[in-house]
Antibody
C-alpha cells in the first residue's frame, strides 16, 4: 500500500524557518515525481512545488508565492521528501500535503494526511 | 497566470446526477484531474487524464471534456459523495493549477 507520512509542522514566527519531511513507502520512490500542496484554513488547494525523479533530471519547480523562499529536495536512499521553508510569512499558514506523481502526468495520485504549519507572532 | 474556474457550490438530491464544471483556456491542450476532499481529510484523486477513473473509485464518477470546459459527473449521487471537489491541470511549463473548488451538497 502506498503511504506518505508528513512531519515537521508546528508554530513558527514570521521570518523564521521550518523543514517538513515526508516519509514514503509502498512504491518505488526514486522513480516518482513528488509534490507539495498546501491548504490555508478554510481555503482551497494551492500547489507549492515539485521535484522530478533523478532519471527525469531531478529538477524542481515552484509556485510564484514561494519561489526563492522554499526549497524541495529528496533523499532516495531514505525514501524521503523534504520542504525547506525560509522567510516564512503569516500567509504561509496552512496544512501541507506531500503527494506523488508516479506517472509524470503533472497530477497528484496519492496524498499524505498533511502536517500543519502556523506562522504567527 | 493560468486559472481554472469552478462554481462555488452545486446541490443535488440523492439518486440524481451532479455535474461540476471547470473552465480554463488551456484545457483543450492539457489534461484535467479531479479530487474529492471530505471535511478533515486529505484529497483523493477521482478522475485523471480528463476521463480515466483510478482503481477503487466507484463507476458513478465520470469525467468528460469539451473545448475549454471539463465536467465531473456523479451519477446516482449518494450521501457519502457530499464533499469539496477540485479540478486541476497544468500549463505548458508544468506549473500546476487548481480550481477554486466546488462544494457538493446532497439535499
Amino acid at each position: 500500500e502506498v503511504q506518505l507520512v508528513e512531519s515537521g509542522g508546528g508554530l513558527v514566527k514570521p521570518g523564521g524557518s521550518l523543514r517538513l519531511s515526508c516519509a514514503a513507502s509502498g512504491f518505488t520512490f526514486s522513480n516518482a515525481w513528488m509534490n507539495w500542496v498546501r491548504q490555508a484554513p478554510g481555503k482551497g488547494l494551492e500547489w507549492v512545488g515539485r521535484i522530478k525523479s533523478k532519471t527525469d533530471g531531478g529538477t524542481t519547480d515552484y509556485a510564484a508565492p514561494v519561489k526563492g523562499r522554499f526549497t524541495i529536495s529528496r533523499d532516495d536512499s531514505k525514501n524521503t521528501l523534504y520542504l525547506q521553508m525560509n522567510s516564512l510569512k503569516t500567509e504561509d499558514t496552512a496544512v501541507y500535503y506531500c503527494t506523488t506523481d508516479t506517472r509524470g502526468y503533472y497530477y497528484m495520485d496519492v496524498w499524505g494526511k498533511g502536517t500543519t504549519v502556523t506562522v504567527s507572532s | 497566470s493560468y486559472e481554472l474556474t469552478q462554481p462555488p457550490s452545486v446541490s443535488v438530491s440523492p439518486g440524481q446526477t451532479a455535474r461540476i464544471t471547470c473552465s480554463g483556456d488551456a484545457l483543450p491542450k492539457q489534461y484535467a484531474y479531479w479530487y474529492q476532499q471530505k471535511p478533515g481529510q486529505a484529497p483523493v484523486l477521482v478522475i485523471y487524464k480528463d476521463s480515466e477513473r483510478p482503481s477503487g473509485i466507484p463507476e458513478r464518477f465520470s469525467g468528460s471534456s469539451s473545448g475549454t470546459t471539463v465536467t465531473l459527473t456523479i451519477s446516482g449521487v449518494q450521501a457519502e459523495d457530499e464533499a469539496d471537489y477540485y479540478c486541476q491541470s497544468a500549463d505548458s511549463s508544468g506549473t500546476v493549477v487548481f480550481g477554486g473548488g466546488t462544494k457538493l451538497t446532497v439535499l
